[in-house]
């Protein structure tokens, strides 16, 4: 297959590493130049990761990387692809534009995917002409180690996209779990809800930080804990998620305070180099104030 993948971010990036080391020809398309380079360069370090740690032999990274190519030219990027993926910011506006521009350009047959996390697929997929070809891969970061993919069914999508894009999934090693759209479908409803109890403790002060997520960690073997995983993801995306399941869902998704004003001081976490903890070259090194707007 051609896959195509519009956003070279961390998500982005991330399923075109997966897509490429499946087999599949590869096109990574954003809107800048050095964005498409970042995002081929944490491809390779990645790949160079994996070989130093044995998970790849030289000759399998290699025939990744030759399976990539960046661009910045959207037509360009699509031409020829059974299979887009977007993960473009999490705004409706932008998925519809993105969506409807990826549809002028790509074959009738073509299934039209999205990352999104929260937003309504059933909606985004209102702006295609055909939207029965509409479907979400909903990967989670690091897209290279984490086996879970969402396979989301909008209102529309038909039988053959979901078994098209299931068996995509699989085809690049991942495990498949089929969901509703619903908002914030099953992992983002059910870890949000876990990520604000958590903060909402920060802020209550039954536990700093590091303890809330030793616990979970510990006491429940997550890979990683409630706060900690909303630095890597995002505070910013964390409040966004939140007001859109507040809207929803109702008040049980309400952000706490200690969120929005971590986020308005711009401390976003760790592509900030500060959320709730202190991030140093991509690894925690202290704790943050319990507030936006402590040093």
């Not at 999104?116 to 479907?135: Q, W």
């Not at 910013?236 to 939140?242: A, K, M």
Request: proline share 5%; aromatic share 4%.
């Amino acid at each position: 297959m051609k896959v195509a993948v519009l956003g070279a971010g961390t998500m982005g990036h991330g399923i075109a590493q997966v897509s490429a080391m499946g087999g599949h020809e590869v096109s990574l398309r954003d809107l800048e130049t050095e964005i498409v380079e970042s995002g081929l360069d944490a491809i390779e370090s990645n790949l160079d990761g994996g070989v130093e740690r044995e998970k790849l032999t030289p000759a399998e990274a290699e025939a990744a990387r030759d399976r990539i190519t960046g661009t910045t030219s959207l037509p360009e990027a699509v031409s020829g692809a059974d299979l887009v993926v977007e993960a473009v910011p999490e705004e409706m506006p932008i998925k519809h534009d993105t969506m409807t521009e990826v549809e002028s350009h790509v074959d009738p047959d073509c299934l039209i995917a999205s990352n999104t996390s929260s937003l309504s697929l059933t909606e985004i997929a209102n702006a295609l002409d055909r939207p029965e070809r509409a479907v979400g891969l909903h990967f989670f970061n690091p897209v290279h180690i984490m086996n879970l993919v969402e396979v989301v069914v909008a209102e529309q999508t038909s039988d053959e996209t979901v078994a098209a894009a299931t068996e995509f999934a699989e085809g690049i090693g991942k495990t498949p779990v089929t969901v509703t759209d619903s908002p914030g479908f099953a992992s983002s409803r059910l870890g949000v809800a876990l990520g604000v109890e958590a903060m909402r403790m920060v802020e209550e002060g039954v536990a700093d930080p590091r303890d809330i997520d030793t616990a979970m960690e510990l006491g429940y073997n997550h890979p990683m804990g409630p706060i900690e995983l909303g630095d890597v993801v995002g505070l910013d995306v964390r409040l966004d998620i939140l007001e859109y399941l507040r809207e929803e869902l109702g008040e049980r998704f309400r952000p706490p305070q200690v969120l929005k004003r971590k986020v308005r001081a711009g401390k976003l976490g760790k592509k900030t180099g500060e959320g709730f903890y202190v991030w140093e070259d991509g690894e925690v090194v202290g704790v943050s104030g319990s507030g936006g707007d402590e040093q």
